[in-house]
Structures are given as C-alpha cells and as structure tokens.
C-alpha cells in the first residue's frame, strides 16, 4: 500500500521529468540540423575577413559568440571592432570594421598607415591628409603591431592634440626624444614618457597659450617647465 501511494504521488512528476530530459536531448542534438551554420557572411566594411571554419562551431543555436569574436580578432588584427549576428536557420553574419590610422608612417620602401595602437593598417595611397612619422624605417608588415618606444611617443603626442591643432610631421630630435611640427611650432618629446600624464600637460599648456593668443616657435616637454 505504501509503495503505491508513493507511486501516485511521485509518478506523474517522473513522467514530467523523464519527458523534459527526452525533450531537451532531442532539441539539442536534433539542433545540429535544423540550425546548422551553412553561410558566414562579412557585412559593413569592405574587408577580407580571415575565418577559420574549422574552429568555428556548426551549431547556430548554442553558438559561442565571444569565443569565436576572440578568435576572428586575434586572426585579424587590422580589425578594430567585430559584431556576430545570427541570422537563423542557417547562417552567421560578420560585422566588421577595420582600425582607423591616424597618421602615416615612414616603412622600409614604402609608406604605411598606423593606428593610436601602432598597427600597420594598410598602405598610404596619398588620399589622406595625415601627419607623417618618419623615425628610423621600420620592416613590417601590415596587420603587424610596432612596440617601439619613440613610435609610441609620437603616437601619444598625436593623439593629445586638440583637434584645431595640425600636426604636419614628426621626426627624430636626437638619440633620445622626438619634434612634432604643429603649425610654426616644434613640440620636443622625450621617447620614453607616461602617455596619460604626458597628455594632459600637453593639453594644458597648449590651453594657457590659447588664451593668452600666442605660439612659441618650441615648446620643449623633456623638462618640467617647457
């Protein structure tokens, strides 16, 4: 009697488990098929976008959007963002954007187009008006990453500037610091600098010489008072 009462009051909530555990099983396996990954599309940018289809899973459904973003960026590196849209049953959508340059850059036979990154993000074509880098030339490649400490100074210095100030060219001072040309203006700065600290003193000096209205033919930042 015992054993029955149990199995009135307990059987039905077995069959409705039983059922959810058969149910579930059957849509995840039965989803290999209906939302199989048949198409990879590449939208927005105009790019070539590399992507290894053997590491990306066929299942649409339970698909590992970050995972895959990660490994598509770590593939592409002139990419500067990625979105994955699904677009069921059967295909995935790539949103991509190329990393935008900021500046030419003075290469081994060429002249490249570099990122506030320090990518090589393609080739100079003479359609863009961008201040030039021409350190000592560097051989890389595009999709490549320059680690190179003046580089990342002259970076720095561009991406400090306000936005009314034209940075022509930057060039080498000496064995250890770099001049920017902004206007009839040479900025002198030290190749090894503490990019955050070094953008606000910037800003704050080229500020109190605005009001004032006047421009200094150098302002010298290797030293505390420029």
Excluded: C
Excluded at 54 to 62: D, M
Excluded at 78 to 84: A, Y
Excluded at 187 to 199: G, K, L, R
């Amino acid at each position: 009697m015992h054993n029955k009462a149990l199995a009135r009051e307990f059987g039905p909530l077995a069959i409705l488990l039983g059922l959810t555990a058969i149910a579930s099983i059957s849509v995840y396996f039965g989803s290999d098929y209906i939302f199989a990954l048949e198409n990879i599309e590449v939208a927005g940018d105009t790019l070539q976008v590399a992507v290894n289809e053997e590491k990306v899973p066929n299942n649409l459904l339970f698909f590992p959007a970050e995972k895959v973003k990660e490994e598509i960026l770590r593939d592409n590196p002139i990419l500067g963002s990625l979105e994955l849209k699904k677009k069921f049953p059967h295909t995935l959508i790539i949103v991509a954007k190329r990393r935008e340059p900021i500046a030419k850059i003075t290469l081994e036979s060429i002249v490249g187009l570099i990122d506030r990154e320090g990518y090589i993000v393609g080739i100079d074509d003479g359609t863009r008006s961008l201040p030039l880098i021409s350190l000592e030339p560097l051989r890389v490649s595009v999709g490549q990453q320059v680690r190179d400490e003046s580089l990342r100074a002259a970076l720095a210095l561009i991406a400090a500037l306000p936005p009314h100030y034209v940075m022509r060219k930057i060039t080498r001072f000496d064995r250890l610091s770099i001049v920017g040309k902004v206007q009839e203006t040479n900025i002198i700065v030290p190749q090894t600098i503490d990019q955050n600290h070094f953008s606000s003193t910037l800003q704050t000096i080229l500020e109190r010489l605005r009001i004032k209205g006047t421009m200094p033919t150098r302002i010298d930042l290797r030293f505390d008072k420029p």
